[in-house]
């Protein structure tokens, strides 16, 4: 028997504004992927035959690739899982090695609005003996070299900030933090699951250490992602094994998800300045249209530096439970993270929406399949929603 699909969950055609959660795989990824299925099924460790050396070569042809769009060599990414590993891997890793070398645990810093995969880690490394300050960003989610250098202290090893929210889509001045914790020797960690793909990015301009990466959220494959690596920032491996990945990462690699994050990251690289400013055209269509209809509406988060592709709002006085029961039969989107356990975002009472308020929010995540007449749909039953819940 076939798998239940979402038509047979709910049927009626979904307006699709979930893409910060996951995006559909590109027809031309799954075709990247198809042969390294069945037809060239080797292992890519398994150097003594045709079919092991041909996967190898594949995963060293996406490897490159993959390191190219961010200007790093092929050395510095290894595969992971998706951007919670990578992310695991970098902070404890990282936090790790270093303490060993030192002698000590230090002091780790990251941001209140970051995403679970780092925040959990993090508290991880805290309950390890690391000291850990969780900062607060502005109200507009944004913070600034100033705010991240009253809390460094002189034992502070590594800092966690996110390049672009994954609920309100506002980009962080990494360059600016990149200076300020490199004046002072320390690691900057960044997920850049949600800015991969939609923003050019470059490790140097950026001047991170460590990166993590995701690539179903840019029409990639699930299950796949990488964390790419400064040469000279030691790693303590997660899982010991094959020896895959520098030691880093051991485990047999998975060759069609490799070359299928590939695919997506160079279909995302070769358009995504004209995407970027199209989906920014009906991103602002939508705020505009929900707004005019609605002026009491919010929108979370500065207006810029944001993803294009990001819109996230409060609807203030209604019940957000009633909103989110209304909008489900019409529209996909979300309350906050998918990843949130069902619990209020996190991230919006961390800029200082309340409990209700943030229960009330949703975020609308367009992609490169969002057309115009999607967004007419989704104001209509927005707002339909939104009226009869205030008429209730
Ligand atoms: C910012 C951020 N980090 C990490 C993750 C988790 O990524 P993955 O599903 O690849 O583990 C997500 C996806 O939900 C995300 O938005």
Redesign the pocket.
């Known amino acids: 028997m076939l798998p239940t699909t979402s038509a047979d969950l709910i049927p009626g055609d979904l307006i699709q504004l979930d893409h910060?959660?996951?995006t559909p795989c590109h027809p031309l990824v799954v075709k990247a992927m198809e042969p390294w299925w069945e037809q060239d099924w080797g292992n890519a460790s398994s150097r003594q035959h045709r079919l092991g050396l041909t996967a190898a070569a594949a995963v060293a042809s996406a490897r490159s690739r993959l390191a190219s769009h961010l200007g790093v060599e092929a050395n510095d990414l290894i595969f992971?899982?998706?951007?919670?590993?990578?992310?695991n891997l970098a902070l404890l890793g990282h936090a790790r090695a270093r303490a060993q070398a030192e002698g000590r645990c230090g002091h780790v810093v990251t941001l209140a609005t970051?995403?679970?995969?780092?925040l959990d880690p993090m508290h991880q490394l805290q309950r390890e003996g690391f000291a850990l300050t969780v900062l607060h960003p502005k109200d507009t989610g944004l913070i600034d070299a100033n705010a991240l250098k009253g809390v460094l202290r002189d034992d502070t090893q590594l800092v966690s900030v996110?390049v672009?929210?994954?609920?309100i889509g506002v980009v962080q001045p990494m360059r600016e933090l990149a200076e300020l914790c490199q004046s002072r020797g320390i690691t900057l960690h960044t997920?850049?699951?949600?800015a991969f793909g939609h923003l050019r990015l470059n490790r140097d301009e950026l001047g991170c250490d460590l990166i993590?990466?995701?690539?179903?959220?840019l029409n990639g494959p699930?299950?796949?992602?990488a964390l790419v690596k400064r040469r000279n920032v030691s790693i303590q491996p997660l899982f010991w094994g094959g020896g895959q990945e520098q030691e880093l990462r051991p485990g047999t690699l998975p060759v069609p998800l490799i070359v299928g994050f590939a695919a997506a990251a160079d279909l995302a690289h070769a358009d995504l300045e004209t995407r970027q400013d199209q989906l920014a055209t009906l991103r602002d269509q939508l705020w505009q249209g929900l707004k005019s209809r609605h002026p009491q509406l919010r929108m979370n988060g500065a207006p810029e530096p944001r993803l294009a592709h990001n819109l996230n709002i409060t609807v203030p006085d209604v019940s957000g439970v009633r909103l989110h029961r209304c909008l489900k039969r019409s529209l996909a989107c979300s309350s906050g993270?998918?990843?949130s356990r069902g619990q209020p975002s996190h991230a919006l009472q961390a800029i200082g929406l309340s409990r209700r308020e943030a229960e009330a929010s949703l975020r609308l995540s367009l992609g490169r399949t969002t057309t115009v007449a999607d967004i007419h749909r989704a104001v209509d039953a927005i707002s339909a929603c939104i009226t009869q819940l205030q008429g209730e």
């Open positions: 910060q959660a996951t992971t899982s998706g951007a919670t590993e990578a992310n970051e995403h679970h995969a780092v996110m672009a929210n994954n609920e997920d850049a699951a949600q993590s990466l995701s690539a179903h959220k699930k299950g796949i992602g993270s998918a990843c």
